[in-house]
């Protein structure tokens, strides 16, 4: 069967992907910039690729001109700021999907939503069933699945609720604490994806899909405490401080700004599966919620977590192509170069610390003052450091580490090129690699600031100390010397 995959390097679909690959299907994957789409070397093999921007449909007759697939999933989602954008870009994305569908001869589609089955909707979940109506209007046969919470590692809502939970011993909340939800597993979800493909029993459904028990997130986050042996105490209060709630996940968490504001808005409605037909056409075993959380930690611990929401871009830099960053620029820019030799036979050792930069394992180099640029990124609306690393070990092109990007993650040529997403009046990139030669190996670590203005100056000078000292030891710490 030829499928056609979008959102390709999302959290869903690379979890798809491997599957509809296993049981023999063509697929071609579908993606906004083919530099931050990193499946594995085996999968790309037996995968087709395209770069497109869903927000460009007059390219669209040019890029899909003479092809034609049988069934085509949409996972593109919003990451826009405001309501207008918002709409605006479900719409042209939709719309833009669905012309393409009819272009070639698509047979069914595919997509995961939110359950709306209750009025007074939040605009995110107004935004998905927006979505919903133009692939309904398409006249395409179409399968749509809606969701509440996802349960899987990686997700937004598993690491959202992990962060709070491990950072706050007691928490004091807002009454939308007590909203009830149906969490399922991301198992349960990948399955009902890939088993409704030209079943025409889920054609021109619409099917809401839960795990077995409905929970408040009050109680999700006091069960997600107990099955990691914390002790968690919770209070709730009758006054809705959406704002105070959004900006306090924002510093808390690993979620940036809008995503927060999207999410608390979203928790003032019940999201409670009232119809079960799914489970009678596409009938399996549907996992209970700390089943899914231990099913999540034992991913983590064997590193195979394949991407996680906290891969895409921050908000404000979907418009920039990051293809444009690649290369570092030389004239106006501020730079701290260091570098230092290392013994041949230490390469791979010293190459390892270099790729296991961030996250957990810190940045080898005042950790503490790393934190506190972290928390004011997090105050001035930026992604800050809570957004961690996928594995501990492994990197990918595109990935994100705390608040840089990965642009460039080559192991075999040991060179590693960070781009900042933190707020900066400016733009930054950190890199890292080692060179050889007939006479020696050198470990050289660059960093380079293109300031903007008279602001971006001056916040270079201001970070002068703090570099001289950070960087030296970085350096020192990454070749293995005390």
Request: positive net charge.
């Amino acid at each position: 069967m030829k499928i056609l995959l979008t959102g390709a390097n999302g959290y869903i679909a690379m979890r798809l992907l491997p599957l509809l690959v296993e049981e023999g299907h063509d697929v071609t994957c579908v993606v906004r910039d083919r530099n931050r789409f990193q499946p594995s070397e085996k999968l790309l093999k037996k995968i087709q690729v395209l770069e497109f921007d869903f927000l460009k449909p007059e390219e669209a007759g040019k890029t899909f001109s003479g092809k034609e697939f049988d069934a085509a999933y949409y996972f593109i989602h919003s990451l826009a700021d405001t309501r207008k954008s918002f709409f605006q870009f479900e719409k042209t994305c939709a719309s833009c999907f669905v012309n393409i569908a009819h272009l070639t001869k698509v047979k069914q589609t595919v997509y995961l939503g939110g359950i709306s089955n209750v009025d007074a909707l939040s605009p995110h979940l107004q935004g998905r069933k927006y979505v919903r109506d133009i692939l309904v209007q398409s006249g395409i046969p179409y399968t749509i699945f809606e969701a509440g919470i996802v349960v899987g590692s990686g997700s937004a809502s598993f690491e959202i609720i992990r962060d709070l939970v491990e950072k706050l011993p007691v928490m004091v909340a807002p009454e939308w604490l007590n909203t009830k939800c149906q969490p399922i597993c991301i198992r349960n979800v990948i399955f009902y994806l890939k088993e409704c493909l030209l079943n025409e029993k889920t054609f021109n459904r619409i099917f809401e899909i839960g795990g077995p028990e409905v929970l408040t997130y009050k109680q999700m986050l006091l069960e997600f405490a107990e099955e990691r042996g914390y002790r968690r105490w919770i209070y709730t209060f009758p006054v809705p401080l959406k704002k105070l709630s959004a900006y306090w996940i924002n510093l808390i968490t690993s979620a940036n700004l809008t995503i927060a504001w999207k999410l608390v808005e979203s928790m003032k409605n019940d999201v409670v599966v009232k119809d079960f037909s799914v489970r009678d056409i596409m009938p399996q075993r549907m996992i209970p919620y700390r089943e899914a959380i231990q099913l999540a930690f034992t991913a983590i611990s064997e590193n195979m977590v394949i991407s996680s929401w906290k891969d895409a871009q921050s908000s404000s830099l979907v418009e920039l192509d990051l293809n444009d960053y690649v290369q570092v620029p030389r004239h106006g820019c501020f730079k701290d170069r260091k570098w230092m030799e290392i013994d041949e036979s230490k390469i791979e050792e010293v190459s390892g610390r270099i790729f296991s930069i961030g996250g957990e394992n810190g940045w080898y180099s005042a950790d503490l003052l790393w934190h506190m640029r972290g928390i004011i990124d997090k105050a001035v609306g930026g992604v800050g450091l809570s957004r961690g690393r996928r594995s501990a070990h492994d990197l990918q092109t595109g990935e994100s580490v705390d608040f840089w990007r990965v642009l460039l993650a080559d192991r075999k040529d040991h060179r590693l090129l960070l781009f900042a997403e933190m707020k900066l009046p400016g733009e930054a990139w950190l890199e890292f690699s080692i060179i050889r030669n007939s006479q020696r190996c050198i470990l050289k670590q660059e960093a380079t600031f293109r300031p903007h203005g008279i602001a971006g100056r001056n916040y270079w000078y201001a970070m002068l100390p703090f570099h001289f000292f950070i960087f030296r030891k970085m350096i020192r710490q990454i070749a293995g010397k005390k």
